[in-house]
């Protein structure tokens, strides 16, 4: 029995569905390809499976509507999969367990995938109706945007005929999106030097309980930071009560505000003592000084389930201490022209130890690129003066505002006549495909959209089931009308 077949639209439903039934994290994304493209050949649809995986399907235009200028549907069909310590779910074979609560749709333990999956149900439903007025469709799913970007990058647009494009990767109802600040990812390596354990009391050290959160949509809530809270936590323990790192990591996505950090640290037996009685104080400082932002925040230690063969000399553990404490993070610049967004920032999101290393992955956004090589520069420097090196990828361009967008224009007044109200016209301080498209369809008209998606990138996502509607109405009404 399906879980979500009683839900409106159940064509929407019935495809969200069937995408949460293959896994379909970044980089894990053959199978949901193959059901995409098969999915075209099943309705004898015109199709195009690139080497990175992107799907293309090419639907005509319906009766009535053959001289009707193309449309691109666009949306991509990676998700951030994450799930919570004590699920059991494994992201990469298993299916998600959908529930439903109210108004929402979410998942047992894991994060949903709304961001993207509701846009590629949509695109499915339209494609597979036979009663749905629409112009000529040209559908493009793309691959691994959520990390970096890669699929838009490398997808050919040639065979496209579209000048405008609705891109379906917005996650707040009410509000179209015409501009996107560009980005990158930098990860900075740490060389570190191990030495042989010659005794001592091993505890794991954790932060978590965090909000965490999308980081771009939401860095500028100030939301604790697990990785930079550990650094810091351990660095003000480490003033007082010596102890070597055998491990330290943090986070699973760089675009994502990491939640849960810990560390292994080996300390004499003679200090455990100590070191738990400064550990508590930190907690006790931390809970009073987030308390209106963190209220479940905790920083704990225990017993480390077995010793390490060996640790990181005193040297390399006040040098990744040290890096961690003074890595840049979070709100750089807020906009001059555009009252409350953020023009540019930097989120660590990752943080592990490797062999003979510790290397921290952060994402960096910014309206100006400029600004962004410069944030990158910082990144650069700083690692360097810990002996070590930085590599940049997933770098994409970010999408200017077209003042004379005649598909803006045009959703801005069918939002009016169908809800009775004005819909708000925004930049947004995270990444959308759309700057990637315009570079390759110069002249493209886009606007970015979609239902209330909430918590997107956590455990704790869900999707709204009356926006999804709504929005679901509003888009069929755009393919009727403009």
């Not at 995986?53 to 990676?78: C, F, R, T, W």
Request: charged share 25%; glycine share 8%; proline share 3%.
């Amino acid at each position: 029995m399906r879980v979500l077949e009683n839900l409106e639209p159940k064509e929407v439903y019935y495809y969200f569905e069937e995408i949460c039934r293959i896994p379909h994290g970044s980089g894990n994304l053959d199978g949901i390809s193959s059901y995409l493209a098969q999915f075209a050949k099943d309705r004898g649809l015109f199709h195009v499976r690139d080497a990175s995986n992107n799907v293309i399907i090419i639907k005509e235009a319906s009766a009535g509507y053959e001289s009707v200028p193309p449309i691109i549907l666009q949306g991509h069909m990676d998700m951030v999969a994450v799930k919570k310590n004590d699920c059991d779910i494994d992201l990469e074979k298993d299916p998600l367990r959908l529930k439903i609560e109210g108004d929402f749709v979410s998942a047992e333990g894991t994060s949903l995938g709304g961001d993207d999956g509701i846009a590629v149900a949509y695109i499915l439903a339209i494609l597979d109706s036979k009663d749905i007025a629409h112009p000529r469709i040209e559908a493009v799913i793309t691959t691994d945007e959520e990390v970096g970007m890669e699929g838009a990058t490398a997808i050919d647009l040639s065979m496209l005929q579209a000048k405008r494009m609705l891109n379906i990767d917005s996650e707040e109802e009410g509000i179209l999106l015409t501009s996107c600040a560009g980005g990158m990812r930098t990860d900075c390596h740490i060389p570190v030097a191990m030495e042989t354990n010659e005794g001592g009391v091993f505890l794991k050290v954790s932060v978590g309980g965090l909000l965490g959160g999308h980081s771009g949509t939401e860095i500028n809530k100030e939301h604790a930071n697990a990785i930079k809270l550990l650094g810091i936590t351990l660095q003000q323990i480490r003033k007082k009560v010596p102890f070597r790192l055998a491990e330290i990591c943090g986070g699973e996505k760089d675009n994502a505000i990491p939640r849960e950090a810990s560390a292994i640290v080996c300390i004499a037996k003679d200090n455990k003592e100590d070191f738990l009685k400064e550990l508590k104080q930190i907690e006790t400082e931390e809970k009073k000084e987030k308390k209106s932002k963190e209220k479940k925040l905790y920083i704990k230690a225990e017993e480390a389930g077995q010793s390490a063969a060996s640790v990181m000399n005193d040297e390399s553990t006040e040098k990744v201490l040290a890096f961690l404490v003074l890595l840049p993070n979070g709100v750089m610049a807020m906009s001059a022209d555009i009252d409350g967004l953020v023009e540019t920032s930097l989120n660590v999101g990752i943080l592990k130890t490797c062999d003979k290393e510790v290397v921290a992955s952060s994402a960096i956004r910014s309206a100006i690129e400029t600004a962004k090589h410069k944030v990158n520069l910082q990144l650069e420097t700083l690692t360097g003066m810990f002996g070590g090196y930085t590599e940049s990828h997933g770098e994409y361009p970010g999408w200017q505002f077209d003042p004379d967008s005649k598909l803006r224009a045009d959703m801005v007044r069918i939002y009016k006549e169908m809800f009775g109200r004005d819909v708000q016209v925004e930049a947004l301080h995270a990444g959308l495909e759309c700057g990637i498209m315009i570079s390759k369809i110069p002249g493209l008209d886009c606007v970015s959209f979609g239902p209330d998606i909430f918590d997107i990138h956590t455990t704790e996502e869900r999707l709204s089931i009356s926006s999804t509607a709504r929005m679901w109405d509003y888009l069929l009404e755009i393919l009727r009308s403009c």
